[in-house]
């Protein structure tokens, strides 16, 4: 696997590459890997010959008062992960090749309603920062394809809408959340979390589970329900950012006749924030 810096090195690659007739897939990441990048690195590999894997921490994407300092940078394990996982060119820019202007100058990418809410409400001008970096990457790399986690329920929405709003010809592909063995999803994050902080954020998916659970046994009282999950979590030790029933493709709240839903959870243990959804179809079941 080949690591390159610049936008000159990667599109020389990935030329070589197409001139071999291969389809490229791509991998977008902030990197510090586990085993839910690992798994889209993985289905890139069975869907395409060539795979593009990019590792930047995109600064815009960070709202003022959070973890951007501390997020983690593990670049040489990542690197033998990626070996491992069979990618073939790993993107690793520094801030001032993709922003070349600086952020203020940057043409920015507004994705408009799905963005809009849940993490979106609480992290102003998160998505515009995800929306942009993902143009750039995606331009740069030109794919044939992309996979993202579902684990980013909302950001898998925001993408699939700004490839299909900006007519880019790119299949988007959404990996299942990978987990540890008690039900909680696998994040960069977990590892800020201390040895008790761990052993309760499963909490969080059990709460998804519960809820799923009443909304297939045939409640709709969709507000009441999102009032108890946001107290089954504050007494599990969490702090909720927000606990929402949506309509899973549309991402607007939940209706009575609608059939695919999807709950999504954001809460705070300690400083650390985390996610996770859990989306079903009532028509599977009937
Ligand atoms: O999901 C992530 O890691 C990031 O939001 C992404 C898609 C790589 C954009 O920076």
Same mark, same amino acid.
């Given at each position: 696997m080949n690591t390159v810096k610049t936008v000159r090195e990667l599109r020389a690659a990935v030329a070589r590459a197409r001139s071999e007739g291969k389809r490229i897939g791509f991998v977008p990441t902030m990197g510090n890997l586990h085993a839910g990048h690992i798994a889209l690195v993985g289905k890139a590999s069975q869907r395409a010959d060539f795979v593009v894997t990019s590792i930047f921490v995109n600064p815009? &994407? !960070? /709202?003022?008062?959070?973890d951007l300092a501390k997020y983690p940078r593990t670049l040489v394990a990542d690197q033998e992960k990626l070996v491992a996982a069979g990618c073939h060119l790993l993107f690793h820019p520094n801030v001032e090749e993709m922003y070349p202007d600086g952020m203020q100058g940057q043409t920015r990418v507004n994705v408009p309603l799905v963005s809009e809410g849940l993490c979106g409400g609480s992290r102003p001008g998160h998505f515009e920062g995800v929306a942009t970096v993902v143009s750039k990457l995606f331009n740069m790399v030109q794919p044939d394809l992309a996979v993202f986690g579902e684990k980013d329920f909302q950001q898998l929405a925001v993408i699939r809408k700004l490839v299909r709003d900006l007519n880019m010809p790119i299949q988007i592909i959404g990996e299942p959340t990978a987990r540890a063995e008690d039900g909680l999803a696998l994040s *960069?994050?977990? /590892? !800020?979390?201390?040895d008790a902080q761990r052993a309760v954020a499963p909490a969080l998916y059990r709460t998804l589970q519960q809820l799923a659970g009443a909304i297939r046994q045939g409640r709709r009282d969709f507000t009441a329900l999102e009032q108890e999950g946001r107290e089954e979590l504050t007494k599990a030790g969490f702090r909720p950012d927000y606990l929402e029933v949506r309509?899973?493709? *549309? =991402?607007?709240p939940a209706g =009575? &006749?609608? &059939? &695919?839903l999807v709950i999504l959870g954001a809460a705070f243990m300690g400083n650390t924030r985390l996610i996770d959804n859990l989306a079903f179809n009532l028509e599977a079941q009937a």
């Open positions: 815009l &994407q !960070f /709202g003022p008062n959070e *960069s994050r977990n /590892g !800020f979390l201390d309509e899973a493709l *549309s =991402l607007r =009575l &006749q609608d &059939q &695919q």
